[in-house]
């Protein structure tokens, strides 16, 4: 429970940088799929050869959140423009064992792992003689293992650094609030010695605000994808999948688990409209890339509100628990300081009723004030007094 005074919305590690600028990171060790991943996500040409450290420097590609809502609201208003929502995803070239000593490009690796708000975990999960492993063998458990290992241990580093150098400091300080980032320290490092992601814990308000200047590799949100044969996909079997879940449940219990194959999705993206829907229809199964969007941006507390009329309609992020000022911030820092108030009916009503007018008509049209939580799919107009 969060301690008395604080939302449970607040009590949460926080999102590194502003909504409009948060981004998701690829990682995992060399010839998973992570880059092939990338390139169907982004539509980016980017190396995905098979050999270890093919991909050096991190590509970025901003890609739309698939929204049914924001389609529908498009469809119904036919604006002039209308902007969808987006995830920043980059691609961090391959960890291997060893990484946070140095090994490999270990410590640019991290460095960019920093760089990112969440992380999708890639493993393996198919047999190839043409796709070498670097491991010698396919265990997506352990590689997932090997990746935990390593964050933990830079993470480790990091902490037992900050709490000795805080220790000296508070021998010539009486200050309380060294005091109390020195037991926040303390029991993330005896958290992290004991193997587990800081993200697992169980933080007070005070632990929470200490750990939200840290930006630990382990305190970001996690998406697991495991990549596996097409015809494993198709058959909706695998091997090493019911492992796999088992170990998401113990060592990250409630983080997405989102299996998916990337030579289906490379068959996809080579056919025209007609015969993908054709093929998908004979299948059975659906394309995963949409559910892997959406997971990583759930998985940043991310949510929609829009704006909709004539001239334009518009999909927003903002984090989970904002409130009507500063959601009207994403739009325009002069509209935070000079909020009046918020006009807000939620897309469920629009849906229901059909047209605007006709939420007004139900009474689900209704005025907020600066302490209202904007919820996911609501519809705002930002009354302010900028000109």
């Not at 607040?10 to 940088?17: D, K, Q």
């Not at 010698?136 to 458990?141: A, E």
């Not at 080579?270 to 559910?291: T, Y």
């Amino acid at each position: 429970m969060p301690p008395k005074g604080e939302s449970k919305e607040e009590n949460v590690i926080l999102l590194g940088r502003p909504t409009n600028n948060v981004q998701i990171g690829l990682v995992g060790l060399p010839n998973v799929g992570k880059s092939s991943l990338f390139n169907l996500l982004s539509g980016l040409n980017v190396a995905a050869e098979n050999y270890p450290f093919c991909t050096i420097d991190p590509n970025t590609a901003v890609v739309p959140v698939p929204d049914p809502r924001f389609e529908h609201l498009r469809e119904s208003w036919k604006p002039k423009s209308n902007i969808q929502a987006v995830l920043k995803i980059t691609d961090i070239a391959g960890l291997v064992k060893g990484a946070a000593e140095g090994k490999g490009l270990g410590n640019e690796f991290l460095s960019n792992i920093a760089a990112v708000d969440a992380i999708y975990h890639v493993t393996r999960a198919f047999k190839s003689k043409e796709i070498e492993h670097v491991e010698g063998s396919v265990d997506p458990c352990r590689d997932f293992e090997i990746i935990r290992a390593e964050l933990i241990s830079k993470d480790l580093a990091k902490v037992s650094t900050f709490v000795s150098t805080l220790k000296k400091k508070m021998n010539s300080s009486k200050d309380k609030a060294l005091k109390d980032e020195y037991e926040s320290a303390c029991k993330a490092l005896e958290w992290l010695e004991s193997g587990k992601e800081i993200r697992l814990g169980a933080w007070n308000g005070k632990d929470i605000h200490w750990l939200n200047t840290m930006t630990l590799l382990t305190a970001k949100p996690a998406v697991y994808l495991i990549n596996i044969s097409e015809a494993n996909f198709v058959e909706q079997k695998n091997p090493w999948l019911k492992d796999v879940r088992e170990w998401c449940k113990v060592n990250s219990p409630g983080a997405p688990v989102v299996p998916f194959s990337v030579s289906f999705e490379q068959k996809l993206k080579g056919m025209e409209e007609a015969a993908r829907a054709e093929h998908l229809k004979s299948v059975k199964v659906p394309s995963m890339l949409d559910r892997i969007i959406t997971s990583g941006y759930k998985a940043l507390h991310l949510i929609n509100f829009f704006t909709a009329g004539e001239t334009e309609v518009r999909s927003w992020s903002i984090r989970l628990g904002t409130k009507t000022p500063q959601a009207a911030g994403t739009i325009h820092t002069d509209f935070e300081k000079n909020f009046i108030c918020a006009e807000i009916y939620n897309y469920e009503d629009f849906k229901a009723h059909g047209s605007e007018a006709a939420v007004r008509a139900a009474g689900k049209y209704q005025t907020k004030g600066k302490e209202y939580v904007v919820k996911d799919g609501d519809v705002c107009f930002f009354k302010h007094g900028t000109r």
